[in-house]
């Protein structure tokens, strides 16, 4: 049973079989974005992440 798959795998098999192949650099800038987010809050590079907003 392939009740066990993952996120990624999940939308991987989603972009592939319906050929939405356009979502992929909208779903890496979402990831970039949100792990900018989340080192910028507890880093010390945190005032110069904020200086580039």
Request: proline content about 4%.
């Amino acid at each position: 049973m392939e009740g066990n798959r993952s996120l990624l795998g999940e939308v991987w098999d989603y972009l592939k079989v319906r050929k939405k192949w356009w979502l992929l650099p909208i779903i890496i800038l979402i990831i970039l974005a949100a792990a900018l987010i989340i080192f910028g809050q507890s880093s010390a590079l945190s005032p110069f992440i904020y200086a580039l907003g």
